[in-house]
C-alpha cells in the first residue's frame, strides 16, 4: 500500500505541473508555440522524474490504453487515474488563486466553433490522444528508445498542440480538461473531451496489442524455420 501511495503522489505532482503550466501559459493567451513547450517540456520533465517510480503517464486516457494494452495492471490504472484527475482539479484551483483575473477561463479547453463543428473536434481529440497514447506504448512502457523516451512522448505533444490549440485547445487528456472546468465552473463541449480522450487511449491500446501479437507471430515463424 505504501509503495502504491507514492506511486499516486507522483502522478499527482506530474499531472499537477502539467496542468498548472500547460494551462497556465493558455490562461495568459501565451503565443501558440510557447503553450505547446509548456505542455510538451512538462509532460517531458514529468517522465523523466516520476518514471522510474509510476511512469510519469499524468493521464488518464494514457493509463487507460496502457491498462488494455497489458502494461498497466488494472487495479494499479484505477489508482493512477484518480491520483491524475485529483491533481489536474488541484492545479485547476491553483490557477484560479494565482491569476483570478486571467481569461481563457484558466486554460479551459474548448472547441472553436468558428473554425470547426463540434464532432470534427471530437475526432481531433481522439486522433490527437490516440497518437500520444500510441507514442507513450512504443517508448515508455515497452522500454524502448530509453532516456530518449521523454522526449519522443513530449515533442508528440508539442507537436499536437501547435495543430490543434487553436481548434480544440488540444486537451488529449481528460485531466487536463476537467480541472480547469471544475476550477473555473465552466463545461461547456466537456462530454467530447471526456470521451473523444477515453476513445483515443482504448484505441492505441487495442492497436498496440494488435501489433504485438502479430510480431510474436512472426517471431513463432522465423523459430520454426531455423528449427526446420
Same mark, same amino acid.
Given at each position: 500500500?505504501?509503495?502504491?501511495?507514492?506511486?499516486?503522489?507522483?502522478?499527482?505532482?506530474?499531472?499537477?505541473?502539467?496542468?498548472?503550466?500547460?494551462?497556465?501559459?493558455?490562461?495568459?493567451?501565451?503565443?501558440?508555440?510557447?503553450?505547446?513547450?509548456?505542455?510538451?517540456?512538462?509532460?517531458?520533465?514529468?517522465?523523466?522524474? +516520476?518514471?522510474? #517510480?509510476?511512469?510519469?503517464?499524468?493521464?488518464?486516457?494514457?493509463?487507460? *490504453?496502457?491498462?488494455?494494452?497489458?502494461?498497466?495492471?488494472?487495479?494499479?490504472?484505477?489508482?493512477?487515474?484518480?491520483?491524475?484527475?485529483?491533481?489536474? !482539479?488541484?492545479?485547476?484551483?491553483?490557477?484560479?488563486?494565482?491569476?483570478? *483575473?486571467?481569461?481563457?477561463?484558466? *486554460?479551459? /479547453?474548448?472547441?472553436?466553433?468558428?473554425? #470547426?463543428?463540434?464532432?470534427?473536434?471530437?475526432?481531433?481529440?481522439?486522433?490527437?490522444?490516440?497518437?500520444?497514447?500510441?507514442?507513450?506504448?512504443?517508448?515508455?512502457?515497452?522500454?524502448?528508445?530509453?532516456?530518449?523516451?521523454?522526449?519522443? !512522448? *513530449?515533442?508528440?505533444?508539442?507537436?499536437?498542440? /501547435?495543430?490543434?490549440?487553436?481548434?480544440?485547445?488540444?486537451?488529449?487528456?481528460?485531466?487536463?480538461?476537467?480541472?480547469?472546468?471544475?476550477?473555473?465552473?465552466?463545461?461547456?463541449?466537456?462530454?467530447?473531451?471526456?470521451?473523444?480522450?477515453?476513445?483515443?487511449?482504448?484505441?492505441?491500446? +487495442?492497436?498496440?496489442?494488435?501489433?504485438?501479437?502479430?510480431?510474436?507471430?512472426?517471431?513463432?515463424?522465423?523459430?520454426?524455420?531455423?528449427?526446420?
Amino acid at each position: 500500500m505504501h509503495q502504491m501511495t507514492r506511486r499516486m503522489t507522483a502522478e499527482f505532482i506530474g499531472t499537477f505541473g502539467l496542468i498548472f503550466f500547460g494551462g497556465g501559459a493558455a490562461a495568459m493567451g501565451r503565443p501558440l508555440i510557447d503553450i505547446a513547450l509548456a505542455n510538451g517540456l512538462a509532460i517531458m520533465i514529468a517522465a523523466y522524474v +516520476f518514471g522510474d #517510480i509510476s511512469g510519469g503517464i499524468v493521464n488518464p486516457a494514457v493509463t487507460l *490504453g496502457g491498462a488494455i494494452a497489458g502494461k498497466i495492471d488494472w487495479r494499479d490504472a484505477g489508482m493512477y487515474m484518480v491520483a491524475q484527475f485529483l491533481g489536474g !482539479i488541484a492545479a485547476g484551483f491553483a490557477l484560479l488563486t494565482v491569476l483570478p *483575473g486571467a481569461g481563457g477561463h484558466l *486554460g479551459a /479547453t474548448t472547441i472553436n466553433t468558428s473554425l #470547426i463543428s463540434v464532432p470534427e473536434g471530437f475526432v481531433l481529440e481522439a486522433l490527437g490522444t490516440f497518437f500520444l497514447t500510441t507514442t507513450a506504448l512504443h517508448t515508455a512502457m515497452s522500454d524502448r528508445a530509453g532516456n530518449a523516451a521523454p522526449l519522443a !512522448i *513530449g515533442f508528440t505533444l508539442v507537436m499536437i498542440v /501547435t495543430f490543434m490549440g487553436p481548434l480544440t485547445g488540444a486537451s488529449v487528456n481528460p485531466a487536463r480538461t476537467l480541472g480547469p472546468a471544475v476550477a473555473g465552473d465552466y463545461y461547456p463541449h466537456i462530454w467530447v473531451y471526456l470521451l473523444a480522450t477515453s476513445l483515443g487511449g482504448l484505441l492505441a491500446g +487495442f492497436l498496440y496489442k494488435f501489433m504485438q501479437e502479430g510480431r510474436a507471430d512472426m517471431r513463432f515463424r522465423e523459430a520454426l524455420r531455423e528449427e526446420g
